[in-house]
């Protein structure tokens, strides 16, 4: 995810000239500083203390503390006490000079852009709060694997494959582009389409994952998916979310969604309730253009959009385990002008075996990454 024109004005006309009249000027912008009132109606005063250390955006890897250096901006003016928010939590109040403190390794545990905000007090009244922002990156330098085809198998090379699931022996797929998006059963082993269940002509269909005796298939831009009977296809409810859909999974009891960011979230299945979040990085850069999804043994595999790429996560810290290089999977004799890009990975967890596609390729294949 008629203009009343009269009431517009007159908003837009109270503000500006309270700005004017009230105060007697237009507000000031201080650079850098973000100031706050912790009680309405409450003035914050100037200035009285600034932070040294860290910078703005600056980089730690998962599990490295954080030193905290503020610092007096007038000695005659020290605060009575500063408090310190990480990550939208309460960590520590200082009383007193070195208006220092140390972010312990026990709670830089996950990847992502956190925020670090402190706020000064005097005589009990609130006087200037910063906030800054820090980045974490992976603890670990990534592995990265190539693969061996084991198998392969014939596969609808009409279908613009954006979601595949396997589960119980049987296959199944979600295919994209209005007009022509569904949800599908397959015979592995022929590629024949067993049963179809198309979408309306206005959706444009994504990821799909199985949970229990149901399957969840988002769509792209409209922020709405549906759910259906396993076993009949029939649409048995819909659901909605904020963001563009991807790639859905199931990891145990949750369903994780990717929305073609670094940023993978995860919903409670029976009302599709938004209950965490984790941002994927290597111990380089954020990792986004997450597309197709699939837990495996532990791990969040996605597909990154545009790229040969499978990228394997940790699940609950978002760090970038390894990556998997399927370049040439396809060979180019099989590319054609409509042959579109890797998507597709399906875990058989009775068998332990992986499968990969992609949009309108002739092709599913069965690998192992390989070192």
Known sequence: MGLKKIVGIVLAIIPLACALSCSGRAGAKTEGVVREASVPGEEISSLVIKMVSPEENAGFKIHESVN??????????????????????????????????????????????????????????????????LIFYSDVIPEKYGYKVVHSYPHDSEAFTQGLVFDGGRLFESTGQKGSSSLREVDITTGRVIRQQNLDAAFFGEGIAIYRDRIYQVTWEDKIGFVYDKSSFNVVNKIYYPTEGWGLTTVDDKIAMSDGTNILTFYEPEMFTAIGKIEVYDNQKKVDQLNELEFINGEIWANVWMTDLIVRID???????????????????????????????AFDREEGRIFVTGKKWPFLYEISPVK
């Not at 000695?75 to 220092?100: C, H, M, N």
């Not at 290089?325 to 890797?342: E, R």
């Open 68 to 133: 905290i250096i503020l610092e007096a901006t007038d000695k005659a003016k020290l605060p009575d006490s500063v408090r310190i928010f990480f990550d939208g939590k309460y960590l520590a109040t200082l009383k007193s000079a070195q208006w220092e403190y140390v972010i312990p390794a026990s709670l830089t545990v996950s990847a992502g852009r956190k925020s670090l905000k402190v706020i000064a007090f005097s005589s009990g009244k609130q006087q200037n709060t910063i906030t800054r922002f």
């Open 315 to 345: 699940p609950v810290s978002g760090k970038v385990l390894s990556y998997i290089d399927l370049k040439g999977i396809l060979p180019d004799s099989q590319h054609n002008s409509d042959t579109d890009v890797l998507n597709g990975i």
